[in-house]
């Protein structure tokens, strides 16, 4: 059993940057892919970026250039990097994690983003 906790949302100016973490606990050893999705209200959860264990990165076109995800296996952690953000990466941010057969998937609660213009 595996449990995701983010942190690093808030409130930030346009242009700006915030720092997204996510911490796994309990079976980290069968996580293979973690990632960050997001839901803006109203509209569904989007794909931000996600990373495989050995490395292999994807992201949505609309933050390329502009966000990273990056990973520390050892620690089970997942972070997202945001910069130049934009009012609308304004959402609440899911991290996500999962093992290599897709078998279990588990979703962290969110942590909200709100970029002001």
């Known amino acids: 059993q595996v449990q995701l906790v983010e942190s690093g949302g808030g409130l930030v100016q346009a242009g700006g940057s915030l720092r997204l973490s996510c911490v796994a606990s309990g079976s980290i050893v069968s996580i293979y892919v973690m990632g960050w999705y997001r839901q803006a209200p109203g509209k569904q959860r989007e794909l931000v970026a996600t990373i495989t264990g050995g490395g292999n990165i994807n992201y949505a076109d609309s933050v390329k250039g502009r966000f990273t995800i990056s990973r520390d296996n050892a620690k089970g952690t997942v972070y997202l990097q945001m910069n130049s953000l934009k009012p609308e990466d304004t959402a609440d941010y899911y991290c996500?994690?999962?093992?290599?057969?897709?078998?279990?998937?588990?979703w962290g609660q969110g942590t909200q983003v709100t970029v002001s213009s």
């Open positions: 996500y994690a999962r093992n290599r057969m897709g078998t279990f998937g588990v």
